[in-house]
């Protein structure tokens, strides 16, 4: 019997799923649809006037093996391009004035004008308070309050949460967005001990191995960027995408225990499938699923998401006065500027920008400032010229932009999300054939969607096994 399993959305969730379930399930008719005119998703890069842009992530990290493990199987090995030296060492933030190096290790964080003496105290101090004894979830902010005091809170959780998920600290979970952080103090008592620990545990693996030891979260990308491995993916997949199909509803039928799953489109005969799965973003997710379970579907868009426009901005090296010697700089959102951030692209990895030339990219919006999003572009431009003016002394105009716009941009796991995840998931074994994926569940990153894709893909192939048997 051929297995027909349809998946809706191409992005990289969609397209890590089809080309893990292709493998594991060689008969299977898979059938993947996709609202836009391209795979990939937020996942894309484009190409103008010699500038090499990314519209969404900027790469991916090796602290999961998934998405280093699926580039290898694509023949993507000889073309991975790892971040530079200096990207990977220094990054900086805006606090109003110029720009401030976080620490990158014990020394310069004893001499850093960040904290102050009783802020660096109370840091150092972490390793010797007790695990939290309270059950239930906990806000990145409350967590980085208790355990490494308000200042520490205000500048560096404030900055991590901005730089990965432009969100609230008092708003987000702890344990759905830094799960390692909560598994940390759990093991250990301690985040400082705990990252001490397992260092020193990969260390002696590597000895005993006989390997230079090597620090995890490098982060990897392409020459040509990630639509490299967009490309890859889609062109290694049995069936093409089917690209301009607006998927509007998805209805059962068949017998309760095994159901056939009806995909239905604008303008299409729809399509049957033992197995449906839905990839694309929690709010299209909840009109498709509404006529089936209105629970399920109003849970599902109960997930908040914030709106982030990303800005390209391209200069002439000589017009940047400053060495750009790391990844870029953020700005926590407790300083209320008009950026989260800047990413120094053309110095992250090479050919970005023309010889002679830097590419920027500028992150605005985020949860609290969403109505940057929505400026138009002479205002958008000239609030970034004076952000770059205070924070880099760049007062030339950017020969080069571009403007990308991201209306439902990072989904936002606020205190709660991994119980609501919990009764999803609950809810869908009423449903069975029937899934759910992306980054709206159990994580945001690249790496995130390539693992749930590869997780996914075993539980289809065991739950369709069954069914046959």
Known sequence: MSHRIV???????????????QQRLPGATITLLEQGDRPGGAAWTLRENGFLVETGPNGFLDSKRFTLELARELGLGSQLVQATEAAAKN???????????????????????????????????????????????ESIDAFARRRAGNEAADVFADALVTGIYAGDPKLLSLPACFPRLADLENTYGSVIKGFAREAKKRRADAKARGVPYEKPGKMWSFPGGLRVLVEALTANLRRPPAFGVTVRAIRKTGDA????????????????????VLTCPA????????????????????IPYNRVAVVALGFRRADVPMPLDGFGFIAPQNTHRDLLGVQWCSSIYPDRAPDNFVL??????????????????SRLLDALRGELRLAMNVTAAPIFHKIIRWDKAIPQYHVG?????AALEARLQKHPGLWLGGNAYRGVALNDCTEQGAILAERIHHYLSEAQG
């Open 283 to 302: 709010h299209q997710q909840t009109g498709m699923l509404a006529d089936i379970d209105d629970e399920l579907s109003r849970s599902i868009g109960a």
């Open 7 to 21: 998946i809706v959305c191409a992005g990289i969730s969609g397209l890590s799923l089809a080309y893990r379930l």
């Open 257 to 276: 225990k095994k159901p056939v799953w009806r995909v239905e489109a604008e303008g299409h005969d729809g399509w049957d499938a033992d197995a449906a």
């Open 417 to 421: 999300h991994l119980e609501r995840v």
């Open 360 to 377: 920027f990219r500028a992150m605005c919006g985020g949860w609290n400032r969403a109505d940057i999003v929505a400026w138009d572009e």
């Open 91 to 137: 990054r900086y933030l805006f606090l109003g004035h110029g720009l401030q190096p976080l620490p990158g290790g014990f020394a310069a964080f004893i001499s850093t004008d960040l904290l102050s003496w009783r802020g660096k105290l109370s840091l150092l101090w972490e390793r010797f308070r007790g695990k939290r004894t309270q059950a239930g979830d």
